[in-house]
C-alpha cells in the first residue's frame, strides 16, 4: 500500500515497529452503530479497555484523504460527532480517501486496514453476515468475503442475531474461516450467550489460540480467523425476547423499504427503540469484552 494513504498515529507505529501488541477497533459502530454521545463514551472505553488488557489500541476511519490507523482524541469526537459519514467496506474505502470525505470502517474495511498496517488482532461487536430472505435479496456482508481473505483475528460477540446464523456459518465453512468459540460449545447471538447453533470449533486459552493461528500461518493457509466471545452473562438478553424485537424490526424494515446498506443500521436502530435502549447496555458492554479478549489473544500472540 502506499506510504502516503495510511497514517498510523506514532503510538501505533512504535509498538509495530518494536512488535509490541497493537488491537484494531472499527469505527461504523462508533459512526452508525451507536446513538451521540454514547458513541464516543464507549469509543472511549474501547480504547481504555485495550490498555488496561497491556496493547495499543488502532482506532481506524477515513479522514483527510487518508486510512488512519489510530485516531487522536480530537479526530474520534470528530468522527463521533460527525453526520454524514460513509459507511466503508472494501467496495469504497478508497472512494473515501479519493474524496476526501470522512468514512467509518466496517468490519471488512477494518480487516484491510489492520493488515496493511502489520496489525493481527480486530475487535468489533458482531460481524456482519447472510441476510435473512437473502435467497431473494442476495444480502450477503462483505465481511464475510473478506474474513475470507484476509489473514486478521477478528474478535467478535458471534455475528448480529438479525441475520440467518445458520447460512452465516455455513458461508463461513464453505470460505474456510475457522469460527471459534470462546469457552463456549454453542455460537453467540451477539446480545445472547447462544444462538443455539454450536460453534465449529471450541479455544479456553489465549496460549492455546496463539498455537493455532501460528499453525494456520506456518501452513500458509491465509484468511482471518472468527474468534466468538459470547456477551457476559450479567448484560446478556435473552433469544427468545430478541426474537420478538428482531421480528417487529425485519417486518417495519420490510414496510419501509430500506435496502443495502441502510439495513444493518436501521435493524440495530430498531431494536435500540423496541428494547428501550437495553440493547444499548448489552452492545456496550460485548464490545468492551471484545476488546479486552482481543488484547488477551494480541499479547499471547506477539510472544509467537
Ligand atoms: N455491530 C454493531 N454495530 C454495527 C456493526 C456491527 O453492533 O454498526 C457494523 C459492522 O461494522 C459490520 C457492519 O461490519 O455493521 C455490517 O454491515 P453490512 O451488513 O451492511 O455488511
Ligand atoms: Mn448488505
Avoid at 109 to 125: E, H, L, N, P, S
Wanted: net charge negative; with cysteine; aromatic share 4%.
Amino acid at each position: 500500500m502506499h506510504a502516503d494513504l495510511i497514517e498510523p498515529t506514532e503510538e501505533v507505529a512504535a509498538a509495530l515497529a518494536e512488535g509490541r501488541p497493537v488491537v484494531a477497533l472499527e469505527s461504523t459502530i462508533i459512526a452508525h452503530g451507536l446513538p451521540w454521545p454514547a458513541n464516543l463514551e464507549a469509543a472511549r472505553e474501547l480504547e481504555a479497555t485495550v490498555r488496561a488488557g497491556g496493547a495499543v489500541p488502532a482506532t481506524v476511519a477515513v479522514m483527510g484523504g487518508r486510512l488512519r490507523v489510530g485516531l487522536d482524541p480530537a479526530s474520534l469526537e470528530q468522527l463521533a460527532r460527525s453526520r454524514d459519514v460513509l459507511k466503508l467496506s472494501r467496495a469504497d474505502l478508497a472512494f473515501a480517501i479519493a474524496t476526501g470525505r470522512i468514512g467509518a470502517t466496517t468490519v471488512a474495511a477494518t480487516m484491510i486496514a489492520a493488515q496493511r498496517a502489520g496489525i493481527r488482532v480486530f475487535a468489533t461487536g458482531g460481524i456482519g453476515g447472510v441476510h435473512r430472505g437473502a435467497e431473494t435479496s442476495f444480502d450477503v456482508s462483505a465481511d464475510l468475503e473478506e474474513l475470507a481473505r484476509t489473514e486478521v483475528v477478528v474478535v467478535s460477540a458471534g455475528a448480529k442475531a438479525i441475520l440467518d446464523l445458520p447460512k452465516t456459518l455455513e458461508v463461513l465453512e464453505t470460505r474456510g474461516v475457522p469460527v471459534v468459540g470462546w469457552r463456549t460449545d454453542d455460537f453467540p447471538a451477539f446480545w445472547s450467550r447462544t444462538s443455539g447453533l454450536p460453534c465449529p470449533l471450541r479455544i479456553d486459552t489465549a496460549e492455546d489460540f496463539a498455537r493455532f493461528a501460528a499453525s494456520r500461518r506456518a501452513l500458509g493457509i491465509g484468511g482471518g480467523i472468527l474468534l466468538a466471545n459470547p456477551v457476559p452473562a450479567a448484560h446478556e438478553i435473552a433469544r427468545a425476547e430478541m426474537e420478538r424485537h428482531i421480528a417487529c424490526a425485519l417486518a417495519d424494515a420490510e414496510s419501509a423499504g430500506i435496502r443495502a446498506k441502510a439495513v444493518t443500521p436501521y435493524l440495530l436502530g430498531r431494536i435500540l427503540e423496541l428494547t428501550e435502549g437495553r440493547s444499548l447496555a448489552t452492545n456496550r458492554a460485548l464490545v468492551l469484552a471484545n476488546a479486552g479478549l482481543a488484547a488477551e489473544i494480541a499479547v499471547a500472540l506477539s510472544r509467537t
